[in-house]
């Protein structure tokens, strides 16, 4: 203890010899902690922020791996079959629900014949869409419900059923003007007519690619078999 308190003596001492070398060294000291406490603040904003979902502790998220080295090799897609096996045979989950977040589509806003010039003004122009394909119980399995309208409902995500579409806060903000009648309004996807069924709340924002829009997820039987494409 006494050699440690005769080593800060002369620290200090040295220190107050060379005023100049003393501020420089404070100042980086200074600066290096405030740029480490910035970035420590910024990734606990945006990347450590608990999910806005309903027990998120709870929540988990299941991909394969890739044994090939190749970038992200845990992070590879799950098949539909596997899916729709773990879904049905598993005790660990109480529920689950596939997602297939790196979409997009070509988003046009389909204004009916009875809206005037107001309602024109809507940009009618298209625009390439972030957008994800989720199964029907999707939303059910964060416990996360829309602002308005409502998500899927079960067996929307069949083929022939599945042209509904729910709309993120900040898509309805800033395509349809926050229009509160857009529920039961039609817009196109890919050049195919979509019903607007509910639109999600302002804090909704999964990590990742940010989807604008969610339509279902819809297994054709060559999916479910496995001959589809994933």
């Known amino acids: 203890m006494q050699t440690f308190r005769a080593d800060l003596r002369l620290a200090f001492r040295m220190l107050a010899k060379k005023p100049g070398f003393t501020v420089v060294a404070v100042l980086t000291l200074a600066l290096g902690i405030a740029v480490n406490a910035t970035m420590f603040s910024l990734v ?25 080295p190749v970038f992200n090799p845990d992070a590879g897609p799950i098949s539909a079959p596997n899916y729709l096996a773990w879904r049905e045979a598993s005790h660990v989950f109480g529920d689950a ?55 899927f409902m079960e067996g929307e995500d069949q083929p022939g059923r599945s042209h509904v579409v729910v709309l993120s806060h900040d898509l309805w903000e800033r395509r349809f003007g926050s229009d509160p ?36 997820l ?13």
């Open 218 to 230: 819809a297994l054709t039987q060559s999916d479910q078999n496995g001959s589809g494409t994933q």
């Open 181 to 216: 009648a857009i529920l039961g309004r039609t817009i196109r996807l890919n050049r195919e007519d979509y019903t607007v069924i509910g639109v999600m709340p302002a804090d909704f924002h999964l990590m990742g690619f940010i989807a604008q829009l969610w339509t279902p």
């Open 44 to 68: 606990s904003a945006f990347l450590l922020r608990r999910p806005p979902v309903h027990d998120p502790d709870r929540i988990v998220v299941v991909s394969s791996v890739n044994p090939n």
């Open 97 to 151: 629900a596939a997602a297939d977040v790196y979409r997009t589509v070509n988003l046009t806003p389909a204004l009916n014949q009875a809206e005037g010039s107001a309602r024109a003004s809507v940009a009618a122009e298209p625009e390439v869409t972030r957008s994800a394909a989720v199964t029907s119980h999707y939303f059910n399995v964060l416990g996360v419900s829309a602002q308005f309208g409502r998500t």
